[in-house]
């Protein structure tokens, strides 16, 4: 079947020794001279070799997911962890439903059109693996969109080990291993709040002699624990699973807080006051402080001691950002944008808008590798998140890479400590 080489000129299909002299040369399989801005590389015979071993590894039947008649529906399924807040997955499923509804491409239009199966999980944790895998088999789908739950850990080694694009879940706790691929973030949530107290330690010039984190056994705090030990193996480390005791803690020493505000507000009727000296770094993800910070969970004590690491903008400004992008939207389909959940409603419809501009510049027979870079090319849509800068390119795989470092004056107020922090 003969190809378009440009909107006026037909093509053969490229084989290997043609595909090799258009990347040198320019020349394309049926003889056009490529534009002058398309580079031309200076590729070996093995770099060749390798490149076209590669593309020949590539899957040609159709992805999982895919209805193989012409112009079947692509479907995709959304995760619903158990370990997440009723009200904010509701607010995500609101979002997210009315979205994909409204922006699926219409019968006649050329389109595939999309549909959106809900997955939500029961049980313990170390079940969520196997129920996974029973709706993938029951009902595969092409990619998985938007999502929520506390510990993300499971559905991320799910998705990265079935190659299955897991777009834009609401986390702060992504999981360690293996490195997104199939998987991207809004943010790296509590992983980049580890990285911003690790950089912010290294330019003071002044280590600490230890560095104490206080954190639940069992809940997201220990993955920000095990990133901020891994970042400063040079610092003794001491991890304080539970409980709080006063003698912990030593002047000169540093102390990280990976606590929910319970726990939170357990640890300071302990220990009413700070030793002489000690710096305290203090997790806004874990102490739900995402819609602004709660100094009154913080003692007047502690307050000149404790920097609070803030991975989102900062509140009025996303507020205003939130209502001028989405506010209208969303009266527009009967929904209300509510300050409490504005983060997850805000993030779930850029979620959609980025990944409905990816899927609607797919080929006919769509593939997840092409699913991926299209993504990468469309964040410019993530227009309503919960983060004050974000972006993707080629290989990256989180949005918003960074966070501010907020400081609690004695009066309760809080203020930013300098610009926006990217480890």
């Known amino acids: ?20 002299r258009a990347l040198r040369e320019g020349i394309g399989a ?7 801005l398309m580079p031309r590389y200076d590729l070996s015979s093995r770099d060749i070799a390798a490149l076209t071993a590669y593309l020949h590894s590539l899957d040609a039947t159709p992805a999982d997911g895919i209805d193989p008649q012409p112009g079947g529906a692509i479907r995709l399924a959304t995760v619903i962890l158990p370990d997440a807040d009723p009200s904010q997955s509701a607010a995500m499923r609101a979002v997210l439903s009315t979205c994909v509804a ?14 959106l199966d809900e997955w939500a999980l029961s049980g ?49 706790a992504p999981g360690e291993q293996p490195p997104p691929h199939a998987s991207m ?70 102390l990280v807080l990976w606590l929910a505000p319970t726990d939170l507000a357990s640890f300071f009727m302990a220990v009413p006051e700070p030793p002489d000296g000690v710096r ?41 950002r939130q209502v001028f992008n989405l506010g209208g939207w969303m009266a527009g389909h009967g929904l209300a944008l509510v ?21 609607y510049t797919l080929p006919e027979h769509p593939t997840r590798e092409v699913l991926l870079e299209r993504v990468e090319e469309a964040y410019a849509g993530a227009v309503a998140t919960a983060y004050p800068r974000f972006t993707l390119g080629p290989g990256q795989r989180f949005g918003s890479k960074g966070a501010y470092l907020l400081k609690i004056m004695p009066d309760g107020k809080w203020q930013p400590q300098g610009a926006w922090r990217v480890p």
């Open 1 to 20: 079947m003969a190809l378009q080489d440009y909107g006026f000129r037909t093509r053969p299909a490229y084989d290997d020794i043609s595909l090799a």
């Open 30 to 36: 049926g003889g056009a001279r490529f534009d002058g």
């Open 102 to 115: 409204e922006r699926s491409p219409r019968p006649g239009s050329g389109r595939r059109p999309w549909t």
């Open 124 to 172: 313990p944790p170390e079940t969520w693996r196997g129920q996974l895998e029973a709706f993938r088999m029951e009902r595969p789908v092409f990619a998985l969109l938007g999502g929520i739950g506390r510990d993300w850990a499971h559905v991320h080694a799910f998705c990265e080990a079935n190659a299955l694009p897991c777009l834009f879940p609401n986390t702060d």
């Open 185 to 254: 973030y809004l943010s790296p949530g509590v992983g980049v709040e580890a990285g911003v107290i690790a950089a912010d330690l290294d330019e003071s010039g002044d280590m600490p002699e230890r560095l104490v984190q206080v954190f639940q056994r069992r809940d997201i705090g220990r993955y920000g624990a095990a990133a901020l030990a891994s970042a400063l193996p040079g610092i003794p480390n001491r991890a304080v699973s539970s409980g709080a005791d006063p003698g912990w803690i030593r002047a000169g020493e540093v």
């Open 280 to 320: 305290v770094y203090l997790s806004a993800s874990l102490a739900g402080f995402d819609t602004g910070v709660d100094t009154s969970l913080i003692p007047p004590p502690w307050r000149p001691a404790v920097r609070v690491v803030y991975p989102f903008d900062l509140p009025d400004l996303r507020l205003g």
């Open 339 to 359: 300050r409490s959940t504005a983060r997850v409603q805000g993030d779930s419809f850029s979620a959609c808008e980025v990944v409905a501009r990816a899927l």
